[in-house]
Each structure stands twice: as C-alpha cells, then as structure tokens.
C-alpha cells in the first residue's frame, strides 16, 4: 500500500521540547488531554444537521478502561442500516476489535484491543457503502456496510445509541464528509494536532 507510519509524536507524549522547524504547527498545539467516560452513564450529546449519510470518515484517539461494547462516536436514527458509528464490539467471540456499524451491518477490524493501550481508530465509507477499518494509522480490516437514509441529527461520543456506554477515554474525535484516503489516515496518526490531514 505505500504507506508508512511511526511511533513519535503520540498523545501524552507532543514534541514540546522540539526546537527544530518540525516543532512548527505541531506538539506546541496539542494539549494532550481527553475525556473519561466511566463506562455507566457519561455521554456526550449533539445535534448537527450536517453529518453524512455516507462518503465519510470518522476518527479518534481512545485508551480502553474495561472491554464492553461501547460506540466511539454514532450518528443518524436507531434503525436497521441507518445509524452511522465508530465502535468496539466483540460480536460475541470473547476478544473486542474496532467496527464500523450502519446498526445490523457491521464491518470489524482484524486486531484485538486490548485495556489500558491509547489506539488511533478511523473508519472510511464510501458513498457505495464500502467500509475501511483503520487502527494506528494502518489497515485492518475492510467490508461493505448496508446504507438506508435516516432523519436523526443528533449525535454521541462514548455511546452507539443503544446505551452502551464506553469505559476509558477518548479524545480528538474528527468526522469527515468524505472516505479520506489510507496516506490521510496515516498522516492524522503520525501528526495527532493536525486538524486536517495533507
């Protein structure tokens, strides 16, 4: 695939301390802090009527306290094909992995999570429903999500919709309207304060 990602220039670890011209719209930015969602009762709720039904991409930094189901980040209306999410799931085999979900089409990763590690997920959707799973910058899995319109706007961080909750913390959440590209994915991973990738 031609794309390449590191180890520097993580979350609670910015390059503040740099003085070279890479120090430049980087560490200097980046406060290193998240949200703690206990994993019960803590969500956070929105309302956007701008949020894609398809040909997006969603992306966040997330350190796992406890492994449960629990959605990243969820949009659109508790239906068949029509919610959009970001999601840790196990799909009843034991061991957690990073989905895509259009709720009852589910995409999953390859890798399992594990607790107490900080992870960079992304999900891509193409407008055909095509879905790419992104962990630390790199590909782990692909599939096809079903897609059916929806009229809900409101969204969540540290929930799916279904009140399962996330345990642990999650920080930078991005959504895009449009399936960035696996060099994009890479460059968001390498370079956590950028807003928009290269």
């Known amino acids: 695939m031609g794309v390449t990602t590191n180890l520097i220039n993580k979350p609670l670890n910015p390059r503040a301390q740099d003085a070279s011209p890479l120090a430049y719209n980087r560490a200097a930015l980046y406060s290193g802090k998240a949200l703690d969602f206990d994993g019960v009762n803590d969500t956070i709720t929105g309302s956007s009527s701008s949020l894609p039904a398809s040909g997006y991409t969603i992306a966040a930094w997330f350190n ?16 068949t094909s029509e919610r959009r999410s970001l999601f840790v799931w196990d799909s009843g085999s034991g061991s957690y992995y990073l989905y895509s979900s259009t709720y009852g089409s589910n995409v999953r990763g390859n890798t399992p999570l594990s607790v107490g590690r900080w992870y960079f997920g992304a999900v891509t959707l193409t407008t055909e429903g ?40 999650i920080s930078g959440v991005r959504v895009f309207n449009t399936a960035l590209t696996a060099a994009q994915i890479a460059d968001l991973y390498n370079f956590p304060e950028k807003i928009v990738p290269t």
């Not at 879905?131 to 809900?152: E, F, K, P, S």
């Open 64 to 79: 796992l306290d406890t492994l449960k189901a629990s959605g990243v980040f969820t949009w659109g209306d508790e239906a």
């Open 130 to 169: 095509e879905a790419t799973i992104y962990l630390n910058g790199n590909q782990d899995g692909v599939g096809t999500n079903t897609l059916a319109a929806y009229t809900g706007t409101t969204y969540k961080i540290g929930d799916t919709g279904s009140s399962e909750t996330f345990d642990g913390e």
